[in-house]
């Protein structure tokens, strides 16, 4: 049989052939493969294709054949991901404000390149990104891998932060002054990627919303304000910060009607205490950023919910509600 054009080519064809086009619920079978490895050019034999295919487990794709009729029929086993945890992929994908949509059917695309073409319609069916709120800010993306690196590096950063108007326009903050930061970390809340670093001028530790930096640069100065974060736990600041709005961080002693009891483990963690106060209800003692976007959460709560203290907060509360009566007067 004479050479194909392109035989240098044939394992890396066969690996494609079998990946698209077979899983557990699909097969293919020795003339079919044959077949499809002509329409790229190649020629094979059954006996080379055999050795083919068990030279796939050295690249990670393991093959398996089973019988069928006078013949077998082969199919790909194991893939490095599976469809269920593929689907959770594209389900964090969809829901994340801070990808663009854009940029939410590119990287869907690649995970279907991860499955058979028959697996990858079950991922297709599952994208409804039209018309979710998404953020417009294409260059996020660049702007996690700089401060990625900035952190790898221990290299501040500079950027300009920006707001909308009522006129549905972007303003720059600080009239385009760009942010001098020392980044430390980044976290995730609320749908949003925030960047948490240290302001060497206002010196504290402050965050921002990496959907509204551009032009980020790194430079060439070494980070400031490892002390303040040397002892700091980022998944536990962000438990404490409501909206990753600041505040005051203070103990607050909660009274919590016993139907709450989850979202209050939602909100703290497991590790919380729940102290009984009496059959229907107990106390629970949280530290906090306290800032409106707490307060407005014990709002939302109802009736069900009570701060105790301390007076300093429970005063704020009142306040805030006093406010709240005025406003809708």
Same mark, same amino acid.
């Given at each position: 049989?004479?050479?194909?054009?392109?035989?240098?080519?044939?394992?890396?064809?066969?690996?494609?052939?079998?990946?698209?086009? @077979?899983?557990?619920?699909?097969?293919?079978?020795?003339?079919?493969?044959?077949?499809?490895?002509?329409?790229?050019?190649?020629?094979?034999?059954? *006996?080379?294709?055999?050795?083919?295919?068990?030279?796939?487990?050295?690249?990670?794709?393991?093959?398996?054949?089973?019988?069928?009729?006078?013949?077998?029929?082969?199919?790909?086993?194991?893939?490095?991901?599976?469809?269920?945890?593929?689907?959770?992929?594209?389900?964090?994908?969809?829901?994340?404000?801070?990808?663009?949509?854009?940029?939410?059917?590119?990287?869907?695309?690649?995970?279907?390149?991860?499955?058979?073409?028959?697996?990858?319609?079950?991922?297709?069916?599952?994208?409804?990104?039209?018309?979710?709120?998404?953020?417009?800010?294409?260059?996020?993306?660049?702007?996690?891998?700089?401060? %990625?690196?900035?952190?790898?590096?221990? *290299?501040?950063? $500079?950027?300009?932060?920006?707001?909308?108007?009522?006129?549905? +326009?972007?303003?720059?903050? $600080?009239?385009?002054?760009?942010? %001098?930061?020392?980044?430390?970390?980044?976290?995730?809340?609320? +749908?949003?990627?925030?960047? !948490?670093?240290?302001?060497?001028?206002?010196?504290?530790?402050?965050?921002?919303?990496?959907?509204?930096?551009?032009?980020?640069?790194?430079?060439?100065?070494?980070?400031?304000?490892?002390? %303040?974060?040397?002892?700091?736990?980022?998944?536990?600041? @962000?438990?404490?910060?409501?909206?990753?709005?600041?505040? *005051?961080?203070?103990?607050?002693?909660?009274?919590?009607?016993?139907?709450?009891?989850?979202?209050?483990?939602?909100?703290?963690?497991?590790?919380?205490?729940?102290?009984?106060?009496?059959?229907?209800?107990?106390? !629970?003692?949280?530290?906090?950023?306290?800032?409106?976007?707490?307060?407005?959460?014990?709002?939302?709560?109802?009736?069900?919910?009570?701060?105790?203290?301390?007076?300093?907060? @429970?005063?704020?509360?009142?306040?805030?509600?006093?406010?709240?009566?005025?406003?809708?007067?």
């Amino acid at each position: 049989m004479p050479k194909g054009t392109n035989q240098k080519f044939k394992l890396y064809r066969l690996a494609q052939i079998m990946l698209e086009r @077979t899983d557990d619920e699909h097969y293919i079978t020795m003339p079919e493969i044959i077949s499809q490895l002509g329409k790229y050019e190649i020629t094979a034999d059954r *006996r080379s294709i055999y050795q083919d295919l068990r030279d796939l487990e050295a690249l990670g794709i393991e093959v398996e054949g089973e019988p069928e009729g006078k013949g077998y029929h082969y199919h790909v086993v194991s893939r490095p991901f599976e469809l269920p945890e593929l689907k959770l992929l594209v389900d964090a994908i969809q829901s994340s404000k801070f990808i663009t949509e854009k940029k939410t059917n590119e990287l869907i695309c690649k995970l279907e390149k991860l499955v058979s073409r028959y697996e990858a319609m079950g991922l297709q069916r599952q994208v409804y990104v039209s018309g979710r709120i998404k953020t417009m800010n294409e260059s996020i993306y660049y702007a996690v891998d700089t401060i %990625h690196n900035a952190i790898s590096e221990n *290299r501040k950063i $500079r950027f300009q932060y920006y707001q909308w108007n009522v006129k549905k +326009e972007m303003v720059l903050r $600080r009239d385009g002054a760009y942010y %001098h930061i020392s980044p430390w970390g980044l976290s995730w809340d609320d +749908e949003n990627y925030y960047l !948490v670093g240290y302001d060497s001028d206002a010196g504290e530790i402050r965050h921002y919303r990496v959907d509204k930096m551009i032009h980020i640069r790194m430079s060439e100065e070494p980070r400031e304000g490892k002390e %303040h974060f040397r002892k700091l736990n980022m998944a536990d600041y @962000t438990r404490k910060s409501f909206g990753m709005f600041g505040g *005051r961080e203070q103990s607050v002693k909660l009274l919590v009607d016993n139907s709450l009891a989850g979202v209050i483990i939602d909100r703290f963690g497991k590790d919380v205490m729940m102290i009984p106060a009496d059959e229907d209800c107990f106390t !629970v003692n949280v530290t906090v950023m306290v800032s409106r976007q707490f307060l407005g959460w014990i709002f939302s709560l109802g009736e069900k919910v009570k701060i105790l203290g301390p007076d300093e907060v @429970t005063e704020q509360m009142r306040e805030e509600g006093e406010r709240l009566l005025r406003q809708y007067e």
